[in-house]
């Protein structure tokens, strides 16, 4: 139990500097939060205007009182409005999030199993064909550049062939059909894979390739297991921990890609809105996307140590014999 | 006694970017069934590579350049993984040196020997495996093998995963075990212990073994015959009374001169002097000529034959040949008395 107190106060402490830091620095960053207000009509604004206007958003306080007062609405279950949308922060999330979960979810999938499936494949065929292939393909693929490859697909694939919608998460009034979504996926989902598939393929081969070379390998070789068994079972035992603590640490990295390809495809999620809220100073907003971000990312991470401990039998040690010199130390 | 495994002029080379590397050269030699063949020779000698290459357990960059395998009766020098995996744990199975990296971390003990049960007995029902694999334990001495078989590697000590890795190189019933350095790695006394446990099963089930050391205290007191290999190549094999009181090669007479044990009281302990040759290009002539004090013209010119001594020791030096100038062994003297 201790232990995972211990977690728990450490996930507080990073929750809690994250908000810091992020409060700090979107108000110090240059950009008019009365903008996304007021939109076009700050232009005309008179300076008493927006003196008043920015009182009443509380903007003219000191960076460090918004803060406290921004804290004590947070634990009182208030996250603040959202200066465009006129709305509860949480609400605007809300009927954002699950676009993000299914397009970001989706790629996290495809791209875990497939870089599984990709790194299994070239150690398998170590040094053959194959392997070189898939290496050279897989390396100059990561490497364009993500809104590039976005614009090119919609370019091909929207503009001139015309097989595929090129932004949004449904055509109007087909929220519910499956189809319509799936076919709005397929461009963003192709960026997302195609950024990151290679990158995890690439460590399963290289973590692959160092189980082969294992002695546990040669033992299980001259029992007589044929080679299949001997990588799909024992070397992928020796590198789930590993893999998974990765893929939950990708997590991170699948998100801010997913962000990304939303902005370029304008596909209504937490991506776009990060960017909208960041870009016009949508304080709130940006807050609350943050936070979200920051606890699952840290959460990820934690959900990685747990599953290691629970496949790799040498982590449930390690942590008796840690929690032991806790209780020698109290 | 039957031949149960035979190398006929076997070379076995690592094609590597500094270039081939002749790890084993023309090495013929026999098994017979429920003897104990011990390979003693200095690290990097090639004892390990050969039963590697005889179980096709290396690498890549390894190839067999020449001669033939015979294992029970069948030539399996060309065979493939495929085929070799079938042979592997039921024909004939292997030791390693190290059991702490040996066995699989994550998986528990008993499972790791199930596998090797059940990879040659497919059809065998759940319960009589579980027994079997408490059998197998039982048999290398695994102490409460009831709690033992759902622990992992971790949990084990040093001498009992080696003992695992006995019962799982066992589980196959195999007719050849192959022990690579079985003590090596192990502490003193748990290499007592193991061998003692080593010994103890081969008389129990006959099974031929091929050990493999570099200490011939060890190998003085489990193996029948005894091959010595220098660079290589098998310099002398004969009985292990032959090779222990009537060595012939004076490489043979520098490893034993060298034991500890028979420098006992004295002021110094004598060496080897030099290293092996590098194998990547064997020295023409006889590989030990530059360490050896006995060395004469001829073994920088031509490599020597293996000269017959008795039926069973066969010794590959000059000294052999008539010609040559008569020495005195200044080692195993205790046969004649003196």
């Known amino acids: 139990m201790l232990y995972y107190g211990k977690k728990l106060v450490i996930f507080m402490i990073s929750v809690g500097l994250l908000s810091l830091v992020t409060f700090y620095v979107s108000r110090l960053a240059p950009g008019d939060p009365l903008f996304s207000y007021y939109g076009e009509r700050v232009e005309k604004m008179s300076p008493e205007e927006r003196e008043w206007a920015e009182e009443k958003l509380g903007l003219n306080d000191k960076i460090s009182v918004q803060y406290s007062r921004w804290i004590n609405q947070v634990f009182h279950g208030n996250f603040g409005r959202s200066y465009k949308y006129k709305m509860d922060v949480l609400d605007v999330l809300k009927s954002r999030l699950g676009n993000t979960l299914l397009l970001g979810g989706t790629g996290f999938l495809i791209i875990f199993a497939g870089a599984l499936l990709l790194g299994v494949i070239c150690a398998w065929k170590e040094g053959g064909w194959l392997d070189k292939i898939i290496c050279k393909a897989g390396t100059i693929i990561s490497c364009v550049p993500e809104f590039w490859l976005a614009l090119v697909l919609i370019l091909v694939f929207s503009v001139s062939l015309r097989w595929l919608p090129s932004s949004g998460a449904y055509a109007v009034g087909q929220e519910k059909n499956i189809s319509d979504r799936i076919l709005h996926m397929i461009l963003p989902l192709t960026v997302i894979v195609t950024e990151h598939l290679w990158y995890y393929g690439y460590m399963v081969r290289n973590k692959m390739l160092d189980e082969i070379r294992a002695d546990y390998v040669l033992l299980a070789k001259a029992k007589g297991i044929k080679k299949s068994r001997i990588m799909l079972v024992h070397c992928m035992r020796n590198i789930m921990p590993s893999y998974l603590s990765i893929m939950a640490i990708s997590v991170t990295h699948i998100m801010g890609g997913t962000y990304v390809a939303e902005t370029v495809f304008s596909y209504p999620g937490i991506g776009t809105l990060a960017y909208e809220s960041a870009r016009y100073k949508d304080y709130n907003l940006l807050m609350i996307i943050s936070l979200m971000s920051g606890i699952i990312i840290i959460a990820c991470n934690m959900a990685a140590q747990i599953l290691n401990e629970r496949i790799d039998p040498r982590m449930r040690i390690s942590r008796q014999s840690e929690m032991q010199e806790v209780d020698n130390y109290e | 006694m039957r031949e149960l495994l035979k190398t006929e002029h076997l070379s076995v080379s690592f094609f590597t970017k500094s270039g081939e590397v002749e790890a084993v050269r023309d090495v013929s030699l026999t098994v017979e069934e429920g003897e104990v063949l011990a390979i003693v020779g200095e690290s990097g000698c090639g004892k390990s590579a ?100 759902s622990q992992y590697p971790h949990e084990f000590s040093g001498g009992m995963r080696q003992r695992a890795v006995m019962a799982i190189a066992l589980a196959g019933n195999p007719k050849i075990l192959f022990a690579d350095e079985p003590t090596t790695a192990l502490d003193v006394t748990i290499q007592a212990q193991i061998l003692d446990v080593f010994r103890r099963i081969q008389k129990k089930l006959g099974i031929a073994t091929v050990f493999i050391s570099h200490d011939l205290g060890v190998v003085a007191g489990v193996a029948d015959r005894v091959a010595v290999m220098y660079a290589g190549k098998i310099v002398e094999i004969g009985t292990a009374e032959e090779i222990f009181y009537d060595p012939r090669h ?78 005195k062994a200044p080692i195993g003297e205790r046969r004649y008395g003196k």
């Open chain 2, 50 to 149: 050969l039963c590697k290459s005889i179980m096709k357990l290396l690498p890549k960059t390894a190839k067999i350049k020449s001669g033939k395998i015979l294992a029970d009766g069948i030539d399996i020098t060309d065979y493939t993984q495929r085929n070799m995996s079938r042979l592997r744990g039921a024909l004939f199975s292997m030791i390693f040196q190290d059991p702490m990296t040996s066995l699989n971390p994550t998986m528990t003990i008993g499972k790791q020997i199930e596998e090797a049960v059940r990879i040659h007995n497919k059809k065998m029902p759940k319960k009589q495996v579980k027994k079997k694999v408490l059998e197998l334990m039982q048999l290398v001495e695994i102490d409460e093998p009831e709690v033992r078989i």
């Open chain 2, 250 to 327: 004076p490489y043979t007479w520098g490893l034993l001169q060298s034991l500890p044990i028979l420098s006992r009281g004295k002021e110094w302990l004598p060496t080897l002097p030099g290293m092996p040759p590098t194998l990547i290009h064997p020295p023409k002539g006889d590989a030990f000529a530059e360490r050896n004090a006995y060395a004469m013209r001829i073994d920088y010119e031509k490599e020597p034959p293996m000269f017959q001594v008795t039926d069973t020791h066969y010794a590959a030096t000059w000294l052999l040949d008539e010609r040559a100038p008569e020495v």
